[in-house]
């Protein structure tokens, strides 16, 4: 099972109309702890950054399942709720689950998550 991380980049970024901007982005990292999460982000960040970055956050993102559809060009993350029925004592139990659903609209992802 994949241990996710969410990690969150700062750094100043060149907009279209030349102007520059300090922006703050969140990239998504497999990783066995924080700290790897960290170093495996700033090499990943490094060709495509110039200048000063820094790190300004780590935290663990619990994802059950990633959904990959080449025609998307973000990410969605869903929480998708299954509803279970005990068949010993007739009740209701709902398990929720985040996914990550890669798609252009959100209409598209919950196609992409349903299919």
Same mark, same amino acid.
């Not at 497999?30 to 000063?52: M, Q, T, V, Y």
């Given at each position: 099972? *994949?241990?996710?991380? &969410?990690?969150?980049?700062?750094?100043?970024?060149?907009? #279209?109309?030349?102007?520059?901007?300090? +922006?703050?982005? *969140?990239? @998504? +990292?497999?990783?066995?702890?924080?700290? &790897?999460?960290?170093?495996? *982000? %700033?090499?990943? @960040?490094?060709? $495509?950054?110039?200048? #000063? $970055? &820094?790190?300004?956050? +780590?935290?663990?993102?619990?994802?059950?399942?990633? $959904? $990959?559809?080449?025609?998307?060009?973000?990410?969605?993350?869903?929480?998708?709720?299954?509803?279970? %029925?005990? &068949?010993?004592?007739?009740?209701?139990?709902?398990?929720?689950?985040?996914? @990550?659903?890669? *798609?252009?609209?959100?209409?598209?992802?919950?196609? +992409?998550?349903?299919?």
């Amino acid at each position: 099972m *994949a241990n996710w991380y &969410e990690v969150k980049a700062s750094y100043d970024k060149i907009l #279209e109309n030349g102007m520059q901007k300090k +922006v703050t982005e *969140a990239y @998504l +990292v497999d990783a066995l702890s924080h700290a &790897e999460a960290e170093h495996r *982000a %700033i090499e990943e @960040l490094k060709p $495509f950054i110039s200048g #000063e $970055f &820094e790190i300004v956050g +780590v935290k663990r993102m619990k994802l059950t399942d990633l $959904f $990959f559809n080449d025609s998307g060009d973000r990410y969605y993350k869903s929480k998708v709720a299954f509803v279970t %029925i005990d &068949e010993k004592s007739g009740t209701e139990k709902k398990t929720s689950v985040q996914m @990550l659903a890669q *798609a252009s609209t959100l209409q598209e992802s919950i196609e +992409v998550i349903e299919k």
